[in-house]
């Protein structure tokens, strides 16, 4: 339910605040699912699908031949390192600010662990 709900945030997000839905998403999403296992690669896989659904969306309603021709003529890049670097940017962008976020929440509240608590005198 996580995952999906990331990429739904990221779908809404897009369409209001554009590509830097990305970062502010994903340290977000970070903070939030910090205990979460792998949270930075699940934010960054969410992304990526919801990326690719806005790229499927202008294939069917845009001339998206035209913004991706235009777009690796600006960035003096070949078709397939193109789409490479498309592909790249969401995972890059919100799985590190996702990371980022885990971190800085797992240290202001770090997660009690049993050996610690056992340790301190506290477990059974």
Not at 22 to 33: A, C, D, F, R, S
Not at 39 to 65: E, S
Not at 75 to 81: A, R
Request: avoid cysteine; charge should be positive.
């Amino acid at each position: 339910m996580f995952f999906v709900t990331a990429v739904i945030l990221f779908l809404a997000a897009e369409f209001v605040i554009g590509w830097w839905a990305l970062p502010v998403v994903g340290l977000i999403l970070g903070v939030i699912g910090a205990r979460r296992t792998g949270v930075a690669l699940q934010i960054g896989g969410a992304a990526l699908i919801a990326w690719g659904l806005l790229f499927g969306w202008v294939a069917t309603h845009g001339d998206l031949p035209a913004f991706m021709t235009s777009l690796a003529l600006s960035m003096k890049l070949q078709p397939g390192i193109l789409i490479t670097a498309v592909a790249a940017l969401p995972v890059l962008l919100a799985g590190a600010t996702a990371g980022l976020g885990s971190g800085i929440r797992n240290l202001i509240r770090p997660e009690k662990s049993a050996a610690s608590s056992q340790a301190a005198g506290l477990g059974a």
